[in-house]
Structures are given as structure tokens and as C-alpha cells.
């Protein structure tokens, strides 16, 4: 959560960068030119762009970091890398740097470089984004949340159709508000399930998830792989009859198990675990 605008510059020489804007607005500058973003936005930086983040207030981020590239998925593209008509958005809805801004001053500009899970402090004689041009399909671009267009059915959906992005070994989903499911007989909550083969996290952002209860804005669960898990008590009955959900939230799907860092667990909600205890009230 940012409070101020960046007084360096940044590289990421090892991973790419997608960085979920829950709250605030700014510009990323880079040296392709200035990318502004807003609240809903997902802002994705490759390795190897230098950048800054320029805030216009306070902030609020849920950043993703891979060492691999990311991009939309490969179902979603015909074998010319074109979205096809069936994809939840459309190159209409990605949005790349704006102006090359021109950088003539001389000082000193410190930049901060990660490479092999370290910093370096690099300090130029110039601005880096001095230069007078760019070529290329490697660049900084952003998409917004709000422009997913949800995928129904008559029955309850599987993830995959909530699908945004994909890297090596895990996905990036969006649930935004949508119809439920239309069949006379249909249940929209989702069932119970055991991931078995990946880990799920899911940054809730807005609305209210009817699976959940005890779950706040900003919120991040994670439901280990093999470790089943669905509706809480009454949940399922209560969802007989909704007709749509409001619910905004990110989900990352991993196919490698993720670590649980000491800084997480110092703000675990160790009541979470007891919520699906029938007639708790958290």
C-alpha cells in the first residue's frame, strides 16, 4: 500500500510483473512511453523494462511475480496470436503505452535492478528514459478487470472460464459480477472440490462471495492442493434462487506449491480454518 510516488527507477531483470490495482490511480512511466492506470486495472510489466510508478494518493496493489512470461491464454488465440471471438476480451481492451515522452536531464538517477532474487543499485549520469524510439512486441500494457466479460451457462461453470492470464505453471483469474446459472434447477454455489494439482489463491476486492463468510476486503485465502473445500454451512441453500453476484476478485491458480512466508502468517486469521464449522458465526 503506497503512500507516495517512486523517487527511483525500477528493473526487474528476472520475472514479470502483473500488478492488480484495487484502489488509486497513477501513470507507470517506462521507456516505451507513459502507461496510465486506475482502480481495476491490471497493469502487466515484462522483465527487463525499467519503470516508476508515478501515484496520484495513497494506493493498493495485489502484485503478481513470475520468472516466465505473461500473456493471455493460448485458447483464447488462433495460431497468429489474434484473440478469437470466444476469448472474455479483445485487443480493443488492451491498452499500451501512451507518448514517448522526451528526457534530456543530466544528474544522477538511481535505479534499482532485480537480478538472481537481489537488488543492485545502479546510479546513470542520465535520465533513463532518454531515448528517441522503440521497436518490438516487449512492453508494458494494461487491462482492466471491469472489461472481462464473464462466461455462464446453465449450470454451475468450472474455473477455467473465469481465465485472464496464464504463465508457466499457473493462471490468473477474474471473477466479476455476472448471472448466475440459469438451469430451473441449477445451484449457483460452487461445489465442493479438491484442487488436486494446484495451489488457490484467491485477493477478494469488492461484493460479497456467498460461498464465504468471514472473508473482508483486500482479504487473501489459500486453499492448499488435495485440501478439499466448498461452501460454508447453509451457504449452498442460500444461493438457491440468486439470480447474479457483484463479487469482484483475483484468483491465482499455481501448479507448483507455494511457501507461506513468516510475514504472511504474523496476519493469518487462524478463525478462517473454523468457519466451515456448522453454525459458526465468523
Known amino acids: 500500500r503506497p503512500t507516495e ?9 528476472q520475472a514479470y510483473e502483473v500488478w492488480f490495482v484495487h484502489e488509486g490511480s497513477g501513470t507507470l512511466r517506462t521507456q516505451f512511453g507513459s502507461l496510465p492506470f486506475s482502480a481495476g486495472d491490471y ?12 501515484l496520484a494518493g495513497e494506493a493498493r496493489f495485489f502484485v503478481v511475480e513470475a520468472p516466465s512470461q505473461i500473456e493471455p491464454p493460448k485458447r483464447y488465440r488462433n495460431k497468429y496470436g489474434q484473440l478469437l471471438e470466444h476469448s472474455p476480451y479483445c485487443e480493443r481492451d488492451i491498452r499500451t503505452p501512451e507518448q514517448l515522452e522526451t528526457f534530456t536531464e543530466r544528474g544522477e538517477f538511481e535505479v534499482r535492478v532485480k537480478v538472481r532474487n537481489r537488488l543492485t543499485r545502479h546510479v546513470l549520469d542520465h535520465h533513463p528514459f532518454d531515448v528517441v524510439g522503440w521497436d518490438g512486441y516487449l512492453y508494458p500494457w494494461a487491462f482492466s478487470i471491469h472489461d472481462f466479460e464473464p462466461i455462464t ?13 496464464e504463465g508457466a505453471n499457473f493462471v490468473i483469474c477474474s471473477f466479476v459480477p455476472r448471472l448466475f446459472d440459469y438451469h430451473p434447477q441449477a445451484i449457483p454455489a460452487p461445489y465442493n472440490h479438491s484442487n488436486v494439482n494446484s495451489d488457490e489463491v484467491i485477493y477478494y476486492v469488492e461484493g460479497n462471495f456467498m460461498s464465504r463468510r468471514g ?68
Open 43 to 54: 497493469v502487466v510489466i515484462p522483465f527487463g523494462v525499467t519503470w516508476q510508478m508515478q
Open 153 to 165: 451457462g446453465r449450470i454451475h461453470q468450472p474455473p477455467p472460464v473465469h481465465q485472464t492470464f
Open 215 to 282: 472473508i473482508e476486503r483486500a482479504d487473501i485465502t489459500l486453499h492448499p492442493s488435495g485440501l478439499p473445500h466448498g461452501p460454508q454451512p447453509g451457504a449452498t441453500e442460500a444461493s438457491i434462487g440468486a439470480v447474479k453476484t457483484e463479487e469482484l476478485a483475483v484468483m491465482v491458480d499455481t501448479f507448483h506449491p507455494l511457501d507461506v512466508t513468516t510475514a504472511a502468517l504474523e496476519l493469518e486469521k487462524t478463525e478462517y480454518m473454523a468457519s466451515w464449522l456448522a453454525g459458526d458465526g465468523a
Open 5 to 13: 510516488s517512486m523517487r527511483y527507477f525500477y528493473r526487474n531483470a
